[in-house]
């Protein structure tokens, strides 16, 4: 099984271009979540979707959307891109709610200049 | 005050020796608790749920204080490859929702 995946692994952006993040995980999983990562910060939950169909807005959704429309696949897309977007974003899963574990993806770095 | 609190380091540990990191937590209602391991520009992977009772996985062991409101890990006979970053993980109550510490940092010296 490959996990999750996501692409692209590097990209740089310009401010005001727009890009979408895409994750796929092959486990069958109902919940998938985004991430950002800053540094010396914890992670920062921006989306998560408890099933195909259903997405909600995590800790920071300014300036980002989800969509769910398969069980493996949970893409983030970023309008308008601003420096502040610039992080490692995360995607990960996982069986049952948050008190099960998540599983990452290797992550995409975004610099947005 | 940070919801998820740890003490940055990093801590320098040299190698076969015991290492302990404490994590504060503000939110009295968090029902869950992790402790993820991350590696230098790596995925976070979970090292291990932490249980009211305490709980150990070989060289690892984790301790929940709801009164204080804090969690700790403890690395016994540390190895080179335990050199990592290590997050401190609270569920929120609506179970939906991780809240992350910024992480410990450790490097183990031969």
């Known amino acids: 099984n490959a996990g999750v995946t996501q692409t692209p692994k590097f990209r740089i952006l310009k401010i005001g271009q727009s890009m979408t993040l895409q994750c796929t995980q092959d486990?069958?999983?109902?919940?998938m979540y985004w991430y950002r990562q800053d540094p010396g910060m914890g992670l920062k939950l921006i989306y998560y979707?408890?099933?195909?169909?259903?997405?909600d807005k995590g800790e920071v959704p300014n300036g980002y959307n989800v969509s769910r429309s398969t069980t493996e696949d949970f893409p983030l897309r970023l309008e308008l891109a601003a420096p502040s977007q610039t992080s490692v974003y995360f995607c990960?899963?996982?069986?049952?709610?948050?008190?099960?574990?998540?599983?990452f993806g290797p992550g995409t770095r975004l610099t947005v200049l | 005050r940070k919801e998820v609190e740890q003490d940055p380091g990093p801590f320098n540990v040299p190698e076969g020796a015991t290492v302990a990191f404490n994590c504060t937590y503000s939110?009295?209602?968090?029902?869950?608790f992790f402790w993820y391991r991350q590696d230098c520009r790596k995925e976070p992977k979970l090292l291990m749920s932490?249980?009211?009772?305490?709980n150990e996985d070989g060289r690892f062991t984790a301790q929940l204080n709801r009164a204080s409101q804090y969690i700790s890990l403890l690395i016994r006979d540390s190895k080179l490859s335990d050199s990592a970053t290590y997050l401190c993980?609270?569920?929120?109550?609506?179970?939906?929702?991780?809240?992350w510490g910024a992480g410990t940092k450790l490097i183990i010296k031969p």
């Open positions: 990960a899963s996982s069986r049952r709610d948050s008190t099960d574990t998540q599983y």
């Open positions: 486990m069958n999983h109902n919940y």
């Open positions: 979707s408890v099933g195909a169909g259903i997405t």
């Open positions: 939110n009295s209602a968090s029902q869950s």
């Open positions: 932490v249980y009211s009772s305490g």
């Open positions: 993980v609270v569920g929120r109550d609506s179970n939906y929702q991780l809240i």
